[in-house]
């Protein structure tokens, strides 16, 4: 089984400034590891995500991740937020297969405010 | 771009009613999911579905909760007698199945309102 913890429940921001949204995880078995977001009353939206090879992984809206396996944690970043990234981010992720059929565990969920 | 469409955006039931909330996943996609999210929480694991049969189900999907791919392009999931607990937005998802296919596509949901 898998878990997922999203450090922060809320995160307010300055238009152009840094965010870093943290997310951790637990698994006994390899895993893929996603960022999703969600606007205001829509769905889920992939971000980006972590298969293999490069731990830095880059995604849509300037957004990136990287991967740590020592510490078991895929944090999201941006260099510089807009006014139209806010919205709700969700960490997730699902057990390595030879299927590619398994659930998606999300965390908690971190709503990113940017403010102008 | 191919999408997941649901149907309806938005129910509102009385308690101890059936719904069904529908879902067409994208055509060439094998696994298919639901999702649920209640209100200010996380998304949950409900069911999913392959080669016509359920391959996983969570605690929630109890025996109130069917899923039905009835025309080979439908995905139907249908509570049998709502209750108010069962008010959340419903997401549907499907997955390709080959190796490569490691991306859950969601659709935009369904909110579920029982009064």
């Given amino acids: 089984a898998q878990s997922v913890t999203q450090l922060d429940s809320q995160v307010p921001v300055f238009e152009e400034a840094p965010v870093e949204l943290r997310c951790n995880y637990s698994s006994s078995v390899s895993v893929y590891l996603f960022w999703y977001v969600q606007y205001p009353n829509q769905g889920l939206q992939l971000l980006l995500k972590y298969l293999s090879g490069s731990t830095l992984v880059k995604g849509i809206n300037g957004f990136e991740a990287e991967f740590n396996k020592s510490q078991t944690s895929f944090h999201l970043r941006k260099p510089s937020v807009h006014i139209s990234d806010t919205a709700e981010y969700f960490c997730a992720v699902t057990a390595r297969a030879e299927t590619s059929g398994s659930r998606l565990t999300f965390g908690e969920g971190t709503q990113l405010t940017v403010n102008p | ?115």
């Fill in chain 2, 1 to 115: 771009e191919p999408e997941v469409t649901q149907t309806p955006s938005h129910q509102v039931t009385q308690m101890g009613q059936e719904v069904i909330l529908r879902c067409v996943p994208i055509s060439n996609h094998l696994y298919f999911y639901w999702y649920r999210q209640i209100l200010g929480q996380k998304v949950e694991f409900l069911v999913s579905f392959y080669n016509n049969e359920i391959s996983e189900k969570s605690e929630i999907f109890d025996d109130q909760f069917s899923v039905e791919r009835p025309d080979g392009s439908n995905f139907t999931l249908k509570i049998r007698s709502t209750k108010l607990e069962d008010s959340a937005m419903y997401f549907c998802a499907s997955r390709g199945v080959d190796r490569g296919n490691t991306e859950a596509f969601f659709g935009q949901g369904t909110r579920l309102t029982v009064v």
